[in-house]
């Protein structure tokens, strides 16, 4: 692989700069791009020049560069995510008429949940998820029926912290969490209130393969009014919808 | 730029690895892969390993590589379509509720129409369109939205064919296309019977933001029964307002 005199791989640099831009970011100018990859300017310069070549960039009138429509083309179009999305998506939409404020959809990624989609509702209670925006496995309700079903060894490391804490609800006592975790695995939800946020209530349930392999969690957030339980069971249904629609054969016109 | 003894940059050459994965084949062997993207097996082998340890690409348990989860993310957090598409969804949801079959959105990316979302119902007509999927601008209902707005160059590229045939109906006259362009800027939206395939109806129309710039297309696929036309006012609804969400400032809690 070339490197440059730092070491660094022509992919690594790549790499980071796709990382600088976010959601409250999505355009910045090259100098700004090159001080947050920490590169040189003309290496961030020709690095950025490259990747606009190819689509992955793209530059704004003023001169500000941006995510291209390319690489979101070449993530999604061939993306395990999206057959797992497409088919929980006709759910997500039943769900989120009936549930309101919040429902959304997350995968394990690392040592965090990675949400693949979030239906909203204007006037929706708060929530710090975002689609393709991550959270803490312990804190979330998505988080922890993600972990309830992960290898002991992802479990272990989590519980060993550091557990960060949200509100005062938040659970970062680790024999706590794991008694949280075996109750969640007995029961088949969880149901979290004022863990991220005093306001929100969060409620998951895992979605399973064909295996049985838990290989998502749906979640609904919805207001900490004592009422998140009766929105269990819509959810559960939810669930086995979507693992009907993974296990069936996808339609020529779907 | 690093280069190899081909003169392509690793760059270039990781792009080419991104590329050979579809819809239809998301996981493939390294041997496939450096087959597609006119690799040397061994320079492929080192691309992908060095991809899979940022994330962009997977392995599956089989040994077969995918498209990795991080590249979904990077591509999706801070990509423009994502808040075109997060001011669309819920007028996509509600028109889905009321049309049924297919409503879908699209941007103009080089010649062609790329599209951002589509949400099907079960039973619904057929539709070649899938999400982050293409079509020709002068074949479907969206790409011809697209065109009738787009700059003088690109209309008289596509116009300079070639015009690709799909069915009996349509449109490959350069001079029937140009009227068809201008009738579509003086109507407000297309309808187009039969064009990509016999039995379905493309309507679309187009979404404009604050300056007035048509920035997508919002179109319905249904049959082709001569009742296309009704769809016509509520699709003009929703464009109006995807309009006034992308000029709402967003919201902290949405």
Request: hydrophobic fraction near 45%.
């Amino acid at each position: 692989m070339a490197r440059g005199s730092s070491g660094e791989s022509v992919l690594t640099r790549a790499v980071r700069i796709l990382e600088v831009f976010t959601p409250e970011e999505p355009a910045l100018p090259v100098t700004e791009i090159a001080r947050r990859a920490s590169l040189h300017v003309a290496t961030a310069s020709r690095l950025v020049a490259e990747l606009t070549g190819h689509g992955l960039l793209a530059r704004e009138p003023d001169g500000r560069v941006r995510i291209g429509v390319r690489l979101w083309e070449l993530a999604f179009r061939a993306s395990p995510a999206l057959s797992l999305r497409e088919a929980a998506m006709p759910f997500l939409e039943d769900l989120h008429a009936i549930v309101g404020h919040h429902v959304q959809l997350g995968v394990l990624d690392g040592e965090e949940v990675l949400f693949l989609e979030r239906l909203s509702a204007p006037g929706a209670v708060i929530n710090y998820t975002r689609i393709a925006g991550r959270l803490p496995l312990h804190a979330s309700s998505s988080g922890v029926v993600l972990l309830a079903h992960a290898g002991r060894e992802l479990q272990e490391r989590v519980l060993a912290g550091p557990l960060t804490r949200y509100t005062a609800a938040t659970v970062t006592a680790p024999d706590r969490l794991r008694s949280l975790l075996a109750d969640v695995r007995r029961q088949g939800f969880v149901q979290l209130n004022g863990h991220v946020h005093e306001e929100a209530t969060g409620i998951a349930v895992p979605v399973r393969d064909a295996k049985g392999e838990v290989v998502a969690a749906l979640s609904a957030i919805v207001p900490n009014d004592g009422q998140g339980h009766t929105r269990v069971p819509v959810l559960l249904a939810g669930a086995r919808g979507i693992r009907r629609s993974l296990t069936a054969p996808r339609s020529l016109t779907g």
